[in-house]
């Protein structure tokens, strides 16, 4: 009986080692991950600065605006402050 304990007592060591070590490499994937994501973040944001003069506020750049007609459905219209350019004119 005691050699049974002592069996499942390093089975249970070994896991709990190996869950831990699998923790570790979790956290640390995530940290890079989150790393990824602030440089995407900082681009974004740097790109955004720099076109805020030039993209259209109206359709906020995308040349479409979305109107409801008569029967209440929604359609996609060329914008008109932009000429369905998305640039400021």
Avoid: F, H
């Avoid at 002592?6 to 070590?21: C, D, I, P, Q």
């Amino acid at each position: 009986m005691v050699d049974v304990v002592s069996a499942l007592t390093r089975k249970k060591a070994r896991l709990v080692e190996r869950k831990g070590r699998i923790m570790d490499d979790c956290r640390s994937q995530v940290r890079e991950i989150d790393a990824e994501i602030a440089d995407v973040n900082k681009a974004l944001d740097l790109i955004k600065e720099a076109t805020k003069d030039l993209i259209c506020p109206v359709c906020r750049g995308t040349g479409n605006v979305r109107k409801c007609d008569a029967a209440g459905d929604m359609d996609d219209e060329p914008c008109s402050a932009c000429k369905g350019t998305g640039i400021k004119i």
